[in-house]
């Protein structure tokens, strides 16, 4: 296995903390900011919400398949794609946080009680191959902080849009 035990603790407890930084994130944005888009293909606030809170119900069954399953195949899913046909400015932003919050801490409770023989569990991921439960926790542990900081980005882009319309933009 890649982590000891205390690096696995580490990463758990980043992953436990990561609905806390994307409401830190999102408390800051002003509502005329939630749908604005900082370039083509690029994704809003509100859009990144909906993101995670689909990615944390996908990571939560991802997990339990890995844990409960004998060699699972765990299917990838084209995000771009969810966005469009779940028409994720259409989702209520208060239902995707509570996703994340109830989600993360039902999935904490798990990950806390696993054995070295479940982390040590594998199976194969549509779009990378083998996977383990060690490569699911350095995934979602990074989840959120890196759309925390997409976020802040995209807040920052909108900003500077509102001083000097059209620089910001790609």
């Given at each position: 296995?890649?982590?000891?035990?205390?690096?696995?603790?580490?990463?758990?407890?980043?992953?436990?903390?990561?609905?806390?930084?994307?409401?830190?994130?999102?408390?800051?944005?002003?509502?005329?900011?939630?749908?604005?888009?900082?370039?083509?293909?690029?994704?809003?606030?509100?859009?990144?919400?909906?993101?995670?809170?689909?990615?944390?119900?996908?990571?939560?069954?991802?997990?339990?398949?890995?844990?409960?399953?004998?060699?699972?195949?765990?299917?990838?899913?084209?995000?771009?794609?969810?966005?469009?046909?779940?028409?994720?400015?259409?989702?209520?932003?208060?239902?995707?946080?509570?996703?994340?919050?109830?989600?993360?801490?039902?999935?904490?409770?798990?990950?806390?009680r696993l054995s070295e023989t479940d982390w040590a569990r594998e199976g194969t991921h549509t779009e990378s191959?083998?996977?383990?439960?060690?490569?699911?926790?350095?995934?979602?542990?990074?989840?959120?902080?890196?759309?925390?900081?997409?976020?802040?980005?995209?807040?920052?882009?909108?900003?500077?849009?509102?001083?000097?319309?059209?620089v910001a933009r790609a």
């Amino acid at each position: 296995m890649r982590f000891t035990a205390a690096e696995r603790k580490q990463l758990i407890d980043r992953y436990e903390k990561g609905p806390e930084k994307i409401r830190d994130a999102f408390a800051k944005v002003p509502r005329d900011a939630w749908n604005w888009r900082p370039g083509a293909g690029k994704w809003s606030v509100h859009e990144i919400l909906a993101h995670c809170a689909d990615a944390e119900m996908n990571a939560a069954a991802r997990i339990r398949y890995l844990v409960a399953e004998e060699k699972p195949t765990i299917q990838g899913f084209d995000q771009d794609k969810w966005a469009r046909a779940l028409d994720y400015h259409h989702t209520r932003v208060e239902l995707a946080l509570a996703a994340m919050d109830v989600l993360r801490a039902h999935t904490v409770n798990l990950l806390r009680r696993l054995s070295e023989t479940d982390w040590a569990r594998e199976g194969t991921h549509t779009e990378s191959g083998r996977y383990t439960a060690e490569d699911w926790l350095e995934t979602y542990a990074e989840h959120l902080e890196k759309h925390a900081r997409q976020i802040d980005r995209t807040l920052a882009a909108w900003r500077e849009e509102q001083t000097h319309p059209g620089v910001a933009r790609a």
